[in-house]
């Protein structure tokens, strides 16, 4: 099995930037994707980023987009989100989530097998 555990959540003023992490454990971490989406109440959970099992390749929602930097450090199992300009509308639930590299990573987050607990993302106008 696979253990995820994020950190690096807080509170930041729009303009700035926090950096996430997730940590993993478990299942050797080259061995599956890694892909962040977020969550705000009375919402469905959305999609951030992903990058694949190797980190050749990155996909981003439009509104993270040339803001956001998704990354991976398969020596250290952790996976990063870089996220600057921040806007208050990124407030949310950040999640870090695992699926097998021989699985399509374009999937919806009812697919993706692994989870983390999440981390608070508070953007203050």
């Known amino acids: 099995q696979v253990q995820l555990v994020e950190s690096g959540g807080g509170l930041v003023q729009a303009g700035g930037s926090l950096r996430l992490s997730c940590a993993a454990s478990?299942?050797?971490?080259?061995?599956?994707?890694a892909a962040w989406f977020r969550q705000t109440p009375g919402k469905e959970r959305e999609f951030v980023a992903v990058?694949?099992?190797?980190?050749?390749?990155?996909r981003y929602t439009d509104s993270a987009k040339g803001r956001f930097t998704i990354s991976r450090d398969n020596a250290k199992n952790t996976a990063y989100l870089q996220m600057n300009s921040l806007k208050p509308e990124d407030t949310a639930v950040y999640y870090c989530a695992g699926r097998p590299y021989y699985s399509n990573y374009d999937v919806p987050p009812a697919e993706y097998e692994y989870w983390g607990q999440g981390t608070q993302v508070t953007v203050s106008s």
């Open positions: 478990g299942r050797p971490f080259r061995t599956y994707h």
């Open positions: 990058i694949t099992s190797t980190g050749d390749t990155t």
